[in-house]
């Protein structure tokens, strides 16, 4: 059956947040976010809304009494044996496919990574599997751009007769039914991420997450489709973008 990870990335805005999103989600994984300003831009001011390291601990242990797996991205080396004590799997992000220092870290631990592969070619997938035991790689189809509006899955396929890995796919797509079932049934996706958020929150815009993000209902609704086994190209995709401006927003 194929892991379904739950991105909260940045939609929180307290640590209660946090803690109701996992028990919300219905994710086989939640998945949060954890690096500083500093060690990311260069500037302790950059981007403000950091997870406070000391939460860390109590997502994991919340994950853990629910019953699902807590996983935590982190984007700079020395964050790595932090982070390996809480998790059983590692994800590396796209942007950070080509650090070596991270994916060597990461490696290190002896643990199975999931790689993300919007910012890479072939010769940068091939480099990062490189560096890894060959069964401890997932990769991650996925186009960088938050919402994705393209998409092409028979890159699955592809990458798995490429890469001798398996394949699964990071959806930044607002789809609730089309690409995900196609993804899991049609192309043999091993995991399915996809960003979440909690209604209340989403509906502020505030977060840099909020347009690229599935709400409880449509998260639970993607579930049910994936954990029912049936396969259709026929589901109806109610939940498209529209743009306005600048911006692009759910319809209301």
Same mark, same amino acid.
């Given at each position: ?19 109701? #999103? ?17 060690? /990311? ?10 997870? +406070?390291?000391?939460?860390? +601990?109590?997502?994991? &242990? ?8 807590? /996983? ?5 080396? #020395? ?12 994800? %590396? ?11 060597? &870290? ?5 643990? +199975?990574?999931?790689? #993300? ?7 940068? %997938?091939?480099?990062? %599997?490189?560096? $890894? ?15 994705? *509006? ?6 699955? =396929?592809? /990458? @798995? ?8 796919? =990071? ?7 089309? #690409? +995900? =079932? ?5 192309? *043999? ?10 209604? *209340?929150?989403?509906?502020? @815009? ?6 690229? =993000? ?12 994936? *954990?029912?086994?049936?396969?259709? @190209?026929?589901?109806?995709?109610? $939940? ?13």
């Amino acid at each position: 059956m194929t892991k379904i990870i739950a991105d909260v990335g940045s939609n929180w805005f307290t640590f209660e947040d946090c803690l109701e #999103s996992i028990e919300a989600c219905p994710a086989d994984v939640v998945k949060f976010q954890y690096f500083t300003s500093l060690k /990311m831009y260069g500037k302790s001011d950059y981007f403000l809304k950091e997870l +406070p390291k000391e939460w860390i +601990p109590y997502l994991a &242990a919340k994950c853990k009494a629910l019953g699902k797996e807590f /996983m935590c991205t982190v984007f700079h080396h #020395s964050d790595v044996a932090m982070i390996d004590e809480y998790v059983s799997t590692h994800k %590396i992000s796209s942007a950070e496919i080509t650090d070596l220092n991270l994916l060597k &870290a990461t490696a290190a631990t002896d643990k +199975p990574a999931l790689i #993300s592969t919007g910012c890479a070619g072939k010769q940068e %997938i091939t480099a990062a %599997i490189a560096l $890894f035991k060959k069964e401890h790689v997932t990769l991650l189809y996925c186009e960088a751009e938050y919402p994705s *509006r393209y998409h092409n899955l028979s890159n699955i =396929s592809l /990458m @798995r007769n490429n890469y001798g890995v398996p394949i699964g796919y =990071s959806d930044h797509s607002l789809d609730v039914y089309a #690409s +995900p =079932s196609e993804a899991a049934f049609g192309c *043999r996706a091993t995991v399915i991420e996809k960003h979440f958020g909690l209604e *209340r929150i989403l509906h502020t @815009r505030l977060t840099a997450d909020h347009g690229h =993000s599935l709400n409880e209902l449509d998260f639970g609704k993607m579930c049910d489709l994936l *954990r029912s086994g049936k396969y259709t @190209r026929e589901y109806p995709t109610h $939940f498209r973008r529209v743009k306005r401006g600048n911006d692009w927003v759910r319809p209301r």
